[in-house]
């Protein structure tokens, strides 16, 4: 399998893992603030690094059906959010691809 190296952002304000602080995702990456999750407040992110990803379920959320991937820090293992795959209703469709961090599992690494 090799060996796995982590990225490490270069931005003014970047978002790490709470529990390790692993790089996650820069602030210039926020598509929105306006999420929630299970502890609270997330972001959408277009972009996310040093993470894996859970095998793709079908979840009934707020906003509808969609296909969602837990994600978790890939240094400690820690669940910090979920990546959409798939959303059924169209006006949810801009949500494929994306990422959300939920607040209360980041901190900020300058």
Known sequence: MGLTYNIYLNADKIFG?????????SHDTIISRNFRGQHGKAYLFNAVVNITQAEAVERNMTTGRHVVRDITCRQCKETV????????????????????LEAELLCQVY
């Open 81 to 100: 959010g979920w990546k959409y795959d798939k959303a059924f209703e169209a006006s949810e469709k801009y949500k494929e691809g994306k990422y959300i």
């Open 17 to 25: 893992c709470k529990n390790c602080k692993t790089h996650l995702a």
